[in-house]
Nanobody, 124 residues
Framework: VQLQACGGGLVQAGGSLRLSCAAS????????IGWYRQVPGKQRDLVAR???????EYADSVKGRFTISRDNAKNTVYLQLNSLKPEDTAVYYC???????????????????WGQGTEVTVSS
């Protein structure tokens, strides 16, 4: 079971990007998925999170600008980044605390899976 994050890039302040995080494998259930970001020398901080039912939470710094959504049929979570600011520059990671998948006849839970990160750079 893997998470693949993509969609980062270089954008001017005020611009937009859409990040995707796709889970691969024989998955039949993913609970909450979150997007985090990290700049060099700092800790990795939660940006947004969405649970199975679609409830969301956001860091105060991105409320009203970022939107998290999920497509359960595709095992994919999106993060729409609008009105980007230079301080949004970071490497963005997706994380799933619990992923249920099939391994042969067994149901297995994978824990704390991270995507590889996608870099977002916002120029002023």
């Amino acid at each position: 079971v893997q998470l693949q994050a993509c969609g980062g890039g270089l954008v001017q302040a005020g611009g937009s990007l859409r990040l995707s995080c796709a889970a691969s494998g024989s998955i039949f259930r993913i609970d909450a998925i979150g997007w985090y970001r990290q700049v060099p020398g700092k800790q990795r901080d939660l940006v947004a999170r969405i649970n199975t039912g679609g409830s969301t939470e956001y860091a105060d710094s991105v409320k009203g600008r970022f939107t998290i959504s999920r497509d359960n049929a595709k095992n994919t979570v999106y993060l729409q980044l609008n009105s980007l600011k230079p301080e949004d520059t970071a490497v963005y990671y997706c994380n799933a605390p619990q992923i249920w998948y099939r391994s042969g006849l067994a149901s297995v839970m994978a824990t704390d899976r991270w995507g590889q990160g996608t870099e977002v750079t916002v120029s002023s």
